[in-house]
């Protein structure tokens, strides 16, 4: 009873993105700054993470899997579903119970004693196997078992979502972390470069060489620059207690990795999968597939309970005084039944249901679509960040060397007496907020690499635990 299922066809796309995307990104002479190649249809390692040649990396991912709490929820989880999956199979067997049982009992006088001796006063035993079984006439049972398998499926993909959101918040974390490390280094070394000038500045002023205005304005620039550190430091902060959680930890345990960017690589070769394979790819998509897959089974459930139930049942034992004479002739018993139910009314509640699942269905295609959908949407703004993450660093590079540059012609103009130092100063400040603009430029640039890995789905078809 009820359709029979079948996978949806991936849409018919060939690319993820309106216009064609460019073969490289653009490319800059720094760390993070190397041109990354788009390859069609390159197949995605399992572990993806180690594509950036980082063994802290590489150890940090592999204790969050050993200790993250919410991935050990979904593994126990993804238990749960399996036994109940066999549990369910169960339904296709007959059932057979074996009891005994033993009374003491005192019959009435008045009416003729129960037992062929006339005893009033006797201990009953009885012993005996039932078996029943249930014949999956229209297919009610295979349904709800294609259901609970299903839902198995359904859990087993959102256990692979669930290793790969935990390995991408890791990578992108780590990273991101030591980013704001360094972002927060740069930002100190500005911090002093504003107080030296403030120095100078006020005793320029005691010498009557600059207004007060001016030193006005550089303490209000000190503040500003002071300003931007604790957003910095809070925001490290939280970053640690993030990685803490996402490793089984709490946030006051020691021990816990620290991250150098430098020891980073960034992958210079992307996969991008056909459209086609997305779908097969996706754990969220294959979860919704499965999610489909059990409202489908649902609708024949809903259809076989209207129609007759079939039950065989079956006992057989003994009863007697004495457990010698359970079985000796004369004191079996036997019983053989055939039932048939067929509903007749209900008050609509079994038709209702019918249409409850059909309506349920419905919901469950709907949901699948929104689902591909998604993921088309995620890989595209992905694949599109990376393009602009390209050209972001390659601005930022030029700005930090052009910050550079300027810093050595005024250093150079001090030794030869044609600037003041506090000019050397503002132009250490330029430098080190290009450095911070561009350390930005570069953590963007990993987040979205990461990104794009979890986007296509991580690999898991290619781990041998998966």
């Known amino acids: 009873m009820g359709p029979n299922f079948h996978r949806p066809a991936a849409p018919v796309v060939t690319r993820y993105t309106p216009e064609p995307l460019a073969p490289r990104t653009a490319e800059a002479p720094v760390r993070g700054g190397g041109a990354q190649t788009f390859v069609d249809g390159m197949d995605i390692p399992g572990q993806w993470w180690t594509l950036f040649h980082s063994p802290a990396l590489n150890a940090l991912v592999e204790r969050g899997l050993a200790a993250n709490a919410d991935l050990a929820a979904a593994k126990a989880a993804l ?83 669930a290793y790969l959101t935990l390995t991408s918040n890791l990578v992108s974390t780590a990273i991101q972390e030591a980013s704001v490390r360094e972002q927060i280094e740069a930002t100190r070394k500005i911090i002093a470069a504003d107080r030296e000038v403030l120095g100078i500045m006020q005793r320029q002023k005691d010498a009557g060489q600059v207004m007060g205005l001016d030193v006005a304005a550089q303490e209000a620039a000190l503040a500003q620059a002071e300003q931007a550190l604790p957003p910095l430091e809070k925001q490290q902060a939280q970053l640690r207690d993030l990685l803490a959680a996402l490793t089984g930890r709490l946030p006051s345990e020691p021990g816990l990795e620290t991250l150098d ?28 597939e499965a999610n489909l897959h059990a409202a489908s089974a649902q609708v024949g459930v809903a259809i076989a309970n209207r129609l007759p139930n079939f039950t065989l049942s079956a006992n057989a034992g003994g009863a007697a005084t004495s457990i010698a004479d359970l079985f000796t002739n004369g004191n079996s018993f036997w019983t053989l039944t055939g039932d048939v139910t067929q509903p007749i009314f209900h008050g609509g509640t079994l038709l209702h249901r019918q249409k409850a699942a059909e309506a349920a269905l419905d919901q469950a295609r709907e949901q699948y679509r929104s689902t591909v959908i998604g993921a088309f949407q995620n890989v595209a703004d992905t694949l599109q960040a990376l ?80």
Do not use: C, H, M
């Open 387 to 466: 393009q602009a993450d390209g050209r972001a660093i390659e601005t930022a590079a030029r700005a930090e060397q052009a910050a550079d540059r300027s810093l050595g012609i005024t250093r150079r103009q001090l030794d030869l007496g044609q600037v003041s130092a506090a000019a050397l100063l503002i132009a250490e400040q330029t430098y080190q907020q290009a450095v911070i603009s561009r350390l930005q430029a570069e953590a963007a640039r990993y987040a979205d690499t990461t990104a794009l890995f979890q986007a296509l789905g991580g690999g898991w078809w290619n781990r041998k635990d998966a």
């Open 79 to 161: 238990r749960v579903a399996r036994e109940t999956l066999y549990a369910q199979r169960g339904a296709f067997l007959p059932s057979v119970d074996a009891e005994y049982n033993i009374t003491r009992q005192k019959a009435s006088d008045t009416p003729a004693p129960p037992l062929a001796n006339n005893n009033n006063l006797f201990t009953l035993q009885t012993a005996q196997l039932t078996v029943s079984y249930t014949p999956d006439v229209f297919g009610g049972i295979r349904r709800q078992t294609e259901t609970v398998a299903a839902q198995a499926d359904a859990q087993k993909f959102e256990t692979e979502a």
């Open 261 to 288: 960017l430098a020891s980073v690589t960034l992958p210079s070769d992307l996969p991008v999968s056909l459209p086609s394979r997305l779908v097969e790819q996706r754990p969220d998509i294959r979860a919704a």
